[in-house]
């Protein structure tokens, strides 16, 4: 996570790959969108932001581990005033935290989702659909050969004092119910503790085929009574 004047970045990464082979593409894409972050003193297109340093983290990957397969799955939330914007690739979840609720926001980049839109476009037929509603493989990811276009919000989410931000990895959000992480959302601790709880009670599941797992939470804070669009994270 990284503040500045233009606002608020937050990035979530995780790796595919062999041995360290993972670990490595997550932090270049981390590193490659922090770089790209650091100067800017205001961000007016965010989703631009997105898909300029996306390919660019992409490219990075594969000049780094050449014939090796890798990638990662990348997500990054832009939060600035009142609204928030999002770009994803990959199998990561997105949501929002507001009023004792879970609001999902991203769909994520797996087979079965593709199947649903490629239905819906009448590019597949219902039955086709149906076989792949089962199939989780992710179809698009950073570091990927034809690594293709970003998941995007459809416009500027607005965000309220209270709210919580939510990115997790698929450790996270497979082994735990939507009602389960709102339950713990619950408290008035700090994120830090709170994604201490989401981590522990993943894996108190003791699921032998448990993927990694990460989560980032954001606070949102008004930073005045009297300012209802400034916030802090």
């Given at each position: 996570?990284?503040?500045?004047?233009?606002?608020?970045?937050?990035?979530?990464a995780?790796?595919?790959?062999?041995a360290n082979?993972?670990?490595?593409?997550?932090r270049?894409?981390?590193?490659t969108?922090?770089?790209?972050y650091?100067?800017?003193?205001?961000?007016?297109?965010?989703?631009?932001f997105?898909?300029?340093?996306?390919?660019?983290?992409?490219?990075r990957?594969?000049?780094?581990?050449?014939?090796?397969?890798?990638?990662?799955?990348?997500a990054?939330?832009?939060?600035?005033?009142?609204s928030?914007?999002?770009?994803?690739?990959?199998?990561?979840?997105?949501?929002?935290?507001?009023?004792?609720?879970?609001?999902?926001?991203?769909?994520?980049?797996?087979?079965?989702v593709?199947?649903?839109q490629?239905?819906?476009?009448?590019r597949?037929?219902r039955?086709?659909?149906?076989?792949?509603?089962?199939e989780?493989?992710?179809?698009?990811y950073?570091?990927?050969?034809?690594?293709?276009?970003?998941?995007?919000?459809?416009?500027p989410?607005?965000?309220k004092?209270?709210?919580?931000?939510?990115?997790?990895?698929?450790?996270?959000?497979?082994?735990?119910?939507?009602?389960e992480?709102?339950?713990?959302?619950?408290?008035?601790?700090?994120?830090?503790?709170?994604?201490?709880?989401?981590?522990?009670?993943?894996?108190?599941k003791?699921?032998?085929?448990?993927?990694?797992g990460?989560v980032?939470?954001?606070?949102?804070?008004?930073?005045?009574a009297?300012?209802?669009?400034?916030?802090?994270?």
């Open positions: 996570i990284q503040t500045s004047s233009a606002g608020t970045l937050a990035i979530l995780d790796g595919i790959g062999k082979t993972g670990k490595v593409c997550a270049i894409a981390v590193d969108l922090l770089d790209r650091q100067p800017c003193h205001v961000l007016n297109n965010p989703e631009y997105f898909k300029t340093t996306f390919c660019e983290a992409s490219q990957i594969q000049r780094t581990i050449g014939e090796r397969r890798g990638g990662t799955c990348l990054a939330v832009f939060v600035n005033g009142g928030m914007h999002y770009g994803l690739a990959g199998d990561i979840r997105i949501a929002l935290w507001r009023n004792h609720e879970i609001i999902p926001l991203s769909k994520g980049q797996t087979m079965d593709l199947a649903i490629a239905y819906r476009e009448g597949l037929s039955q086709e659909a149906i076989w792949s509603i089962d989780k493989r992710i179809w698009n950073v570091g990927r050969d034809g690594f293709e276009e970003l998941e995007l919000c459809e416009r989410i607005r965000i004092p209270g709210d919580k931000i939510l990115m997790m990895s698929r450790g996270i959000f497979e082994e735990l119910s939507w009602s992480i709102e339950d713990t959302l619950e408290g008035r601790e700090t994120a830090k503790v709170l994604t201490g709880r989401l981590v522990e009670a993943a894996i108190a003791n699921d032998p085929e448990m993927e990694n990460s980032l939470l954001l606070n949102i804070k008004a930073e005045a009297d300012e209802k669009d400034k916030f802090r994270v």
